[in-house]
């Protein structure tokens, strides 16, 4: 087990490259099952939750091959298993899209309920209920969600989500791509990632309209071609080096970025004084003068992003004046509030509303890595404290930050890496 170790209060200059984005990787990848032929996958994140995505394909019979640190190639005709392991997909979330894309290709999928972050109750009875308005029958027990087509092929169907899911909308698209007849989702989620995910499905051979707005179309194909597809830049990762500028101040190039992703990131930082140009498929940010305060509210995109208010927050612990954060898309969100109090900032907690204090100043203190973005709003934090900060149960970050501590280091920060001895991993778990 490792940690990181980050003396704070350097400015960050330079520029960084921003990966592919995890939410989109998570979700393509798995698409791969329902391809008749080699998908070649460009622009894949380097991090743990695309290695467990491309260890249970290959445990399914899929072959995969690294062409380089980016691209993969999939040959998903070899597949020979429905069934996933349950001490792999226990481990990350999006193991739920293994439904839809094993469902719309055999008729078949038999899958643990998901993993990963524990940002309260996450039900994914939206996704199930798509499935079954298609025509398949679903149990859950001992542990697994067994779902199967009657018929050997699901039949389109309209569905209406209940409450805007990205996931539910996601799943629903794998699921229909190759069923008979035309889906028609309402209420859909909007996110870029869905749109990629369209994108690529389109580009394989399927027939999708409307993703993006709150109305998709899937007409079901006999099925899908090989091809190569390169995935999105990830819109939370951009919006994290956006945070860590904002925060310990600087000036960085942020390369690789579709700008109008991060309006709604980039709106709510110009508003706390950082200034942000944009340059074709990059961001300038700087800040050198004070944060002034400013109240966030998440809400599904083109709304400010949930995963984002974490780090959010780690800057307005630093800007003058009283602001208020609202979580608009789960209920607890806001673990990470005690790891800032260690940090000497001022942020009160109640349900879904966070009041934050500024202070002039947060210190240097152990704090813990709770989920994936509060991980990343520990070394937000980290880099403008004063002293040093020592993040622990850095693998949830490692779920959607390739390289993280590398290219912070680039940009002038003074973090690393430091191995945890077993025997004091056991006692921090503890």
């Known amino acids: 087990m490792t940690k990181y170790v980050i003396c704070g209060g350097k400015p960050l200059h330079g520029e960084v ?3 592919g984005a995890k939410n989109a990787a998570v979700a393509i990848l798995p698409a791969a099952l329902l391809v008749d032929g080699v998908c070649r996958i460009e622009n894949v994140p380097n991090i743990s939750d695309v290695t467990l995505i ?15 640190r980016t691209t993969v190639e999939l040959d998903c005709s070899t597949v020979y298993k429905q069934n996933v392991p349950y001490e792999l997909a226990r481990q990350i979330r999006a193991s739920y899209y293994l439904i839809g894309a094993l469902l719309g290709r055999f008729g078949r999928a038999e899958v643990p309920p998901p993993g990963g972050c524990d940002l309260g109750v996450r039900p994914i009875d939206q996704h199930l209920k798509g499935f079954s308005a298609m025509g398949a029958e679903i149990q859950v027990e001992n542990g697994f969600i067994y779902a199967v087509a009657p018929h050997g092929r699901l039949r389109g169907a309209q569905v209406y989500l209940d409450v805007v899911s990205v996931g539910a909308t996601m799943n629903i698209m794998l699921a229909a791509a190759l069923a008979e007849g035309l889906t028609i989702i309402e209420n859909a989620a909007k996110e870029p990632h869905i749109v990629d995910l369209a994108n690529f499905l389109n580009s394989m051979g399927a027939d999708i309209m409307g993703a993006g707005t709150d109305v998709i179309k899937i007409r079901g194909v006999k099925s899908l071609r090989g091809g190569t597809y390169s995935i999105i830049p990830d819109q939370i990762e951009a919006g994290t080096y956006m945070t860590a500028v904002a925060a310990a101040g600087g000036e960085v190039r942020i390369n690789n970025i579709i700008p109008k992703h991060l309006d709604c990131i980039t709106a709510k930082l110009v508003e706390m004084g950082v200034e942000i140009e944009e340059d074709g498929d990059s961001l300038i940010v700087r800040r050198t003068g004070k944060l002034t305060r400013t109240n966030v509210k998440t809400m599904p995109y ?5 995963d984002m208010q974490p780090q959010i927050a780690a800057v307005l612990c630093l800007a003058e004046g009283t602001s208020i954060l609202t979580e608009g898309i789960w209920d607890n969100r806001y673990r990470y509030a005690d790891e800032f109090r260690r940090m000497g900032a001022n942020i009160q907690v109640d349900g ?17 890595a709770c989920d994936l973005r509060a991980g990343a709003a520990m070394i937000v934090a980290g880099l403008a404290a004063h002293g040093i900060t020592e993040v622990d149960q850095v693998y949830y970050i490692e779920r959607g930050y390739e390289n993280i501590v590398e290219k912070l280091a680039k940009l002038g920060a003074d973090i690393h ?14």
Request: proline letters at 7%; hydrophobic letters at 45%; charged letters at 20%.
């Open 417 to 430: 890496i430091k191995a945890i001895p077993d025997e004091d991993w056991r006692t921090s778990a503890g």
């Open 54 to 68: 491309l260890g249970i394909m290959k445990d399914l019979g899929a072959n995969v091959r690294m062409i380089n």
């Open 302 to 306: 083109p709304g400010f992003p949930t």
């Open 352 to 368: 879904k509303i966070a009041v934050i204090e500024g202070v002039r100043q947060l210190t240097g203190a152990p704090v813990c």
């Open 17 to 19: 490259e921003i990966s």
